[in-house]
């Protein structure tokens, strides 16, 4: 690792050393049924669709690797994991592994806790992962290429891997912002340099419309909170890189790409893309001109089979208080699902959980009658339900259709100017005042601040 590598990485300690993330209290009780789509089984179930047996479903013990685990990732899989699952969490900050570890101090699984820096090629890794779950990590990493690359060796042939990678395009305003605020001088680290930046958000967002159509969804989750705050607008090291670079990545180093998770409709005139993965240039395409605004979800398999019991174990059971659990509240969220009766919410639910510890079931195609087509596709897009559960041909097709045929690009509202504005103008001022920075400086946030109100 070279010297400009390991500075990245030593920022980012830094930065979630002070801030440990998601900083969730470690009281609050979670809704862990949420995390449904996050686990080793749920992946494997994606790959048995294909006619594929993925090993967590196929070996005794199984281990996942956490890469990047944050302070609750390990806690919610392990309601998720079989018992039988080794969970290893790797995480470069000290204080998200004890956060981590303290939560779980009462699950039944077997953990592994390590601080450790993903890029250091020294770093042990567990031997031959089942499955990897890196959420929100790669795009943080001095070389995400290499430590894919690294994982990808580890993994066993047929291994799952999650991922989450930004959306670059669609936060192209959160990084002037971030930029903005860096040239002001604020810092993370100080209390008062946060109060200033949340001010100037606040006020951005009463004079800009189109800012405040962005800021909107992030008030009570981002902006109430100094970790995923700072997580947001004052990043260590956020790489910029496209959907097609990181495909070609993954198919470079041996992945194929399974599935793409679409949580908020905005793929619907694709075919289901939780089942056929998309092209890079319909994702780019989207992503230019905002019609998929959302982070890309992606699930992955390492290329290859293992011999070991092609037929695989009955991978897992449930504790039977996880079918009296309301099913996912994200499940009928959607305008197409939530009228779906409390009854039918149940059905699908046990159905789901059963298909998970592959069980055989009666089909769902007497249900299918009383749910409407656009309820079953959106179901099958989000990894609720799957062509398996189905026997007629015809109700398998339509979970792969399109929804829509077309879907409209977003609109924007017209950037305002910012400068005109007194009040803003005069706390800018102050702050740039209070940091020694020069007029030029000023002039520099001002045209910041102007791109980030552009779509
Ligand atoms: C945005 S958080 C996501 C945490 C978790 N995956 C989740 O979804 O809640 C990014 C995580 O990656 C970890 N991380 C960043 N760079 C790392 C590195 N080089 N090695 C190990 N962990 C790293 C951070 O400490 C942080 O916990």
Redesign the pocket.
């Known amino acids: 690792m070279d010297n400009t590598g390991l500075e990245?990485?030593n920022r980012?300690?830094l930065?979630?050393?002070a801030y440990?993330?998601?900083d969730y209290s470690l009281f609050i009780p979670l809704r862990t049924q949420e995390a449904y789509a996050?686990n080793s089984i749920f992946s494997a179930q994606l790959l048995k669709e294909r006619g594929r047996i993925a090993p967590a479903f196929q070996l005794k013990n199984p281990r996942v690797l956490?890469?990047?685990?944050?302070?609750?990732?390990p806690f919610?899989l392990s309601f998720w994991e079989p018992r039988s699952h080794h969970i290893y969490a790797?995480?470069?900050?000290a204080k998200?592994i004890r956060r981590a570890r303290m939560r779980s101090i009462f699950r039944p699984q077997a953990f592994h806790w390590q601080v450790?820096?993903?890029?250091?090629q020294a770093?042990p890794l567990p031997e031959s992962p089942a499955h990897v779950?890196?959420?929100?990590?790669l795009h943080?990493?001095?070389n995400p290429s290499q430590?894919l690359q690294r994982l990808h060796d580890q993994m066993m042939p047929g291994a799952t891997m999650r991922v989450?990678v930004y959306n670059s395009e669609a936060r192209s305003w959160i990084r002037h912002i971030q930029k903005a605020f860096a040239l002001l001088g604020l810092s993370a680290f100080d209390r008062n340099d946060l109060d200033h930046g949340l001010k100037i958000l606040k006020r951005l967002g009463e004079l800009s419309p189109s800012l405040q159509q962005r800021m909107t969804p992030m008030r009570t989750s981002i902006f109430n909170h100094s970790a995923r705050f700072v997580?947001t607008f004052f990043h260590a090291?956020e790489a910029r890189i496209g959907i097609t670079h990181w495909l070609e990545t993954f198919a470079r180093i041996g992945f194929e790409s399974l599935g793409l998770f679409d949580r908020y409709a905005e793929l619907d005139d694709l075919k289901n893309p939780l089942l056929i993965f998309p092209t890079a240039k319909s994702l780019e395409l989207r992503a230019k001109d905002r019609r998929f605004e959302n982070n890309y979800e992606i699930y992955l398999t390492k290329k290859g089979n293992i011999s070991e019991n092609p037929r695989g174990h009955p991978s897992a059971r449930f504790p039977n208080r996880f079918r009296l659990k309301m099913p996912p509240k994200a499940w009928f969220s959607y305008t197409e699902t939530n009228s779906v009766s409390i009854p039918l919410r149940f059905k699908l639910w046990h159905n789901f959980l059963g298909t998970l510890e592959g069980k055989i079931q009666r089909s769902l195609d007497r249900e299918a009658i009383a749910i409407k087509p656009e309820a079953l596709q959106r179901l099958s897009r989000i990894g609720a339900i799957f062509p398996s559960n189905f026997e007629a041909k015809d109700l398998k097709d339509l979970l792969i259709r399109p929804i829509h045929q077309m879907m409209d690009q977003p609109t924007f509202p017209d950037p305002i100017d910012l400068k005109k504005d007194l009040e803003l103008k005069h706390m800018i001022e102050l702050i740039a005042r209070s940091k020694g920075q020069s007029e030029e400086i000023l002039n520099q946030v001002f045209r910041r601040l102007d791109a980030a109100q552009k779509p």
């Open positions: 990245i990485n980012v300690k930065q979630y050393e440990p993330y998601p996050s956490v890469a990047g685990s944050g302070d609750i990732l919610v790797v995480d470069i900050s998200n450790g820096n993903l890029e250091d770093l779950d890196s959420y929100g990590v943080h990493l001095a430590v989450m997580d090291r």
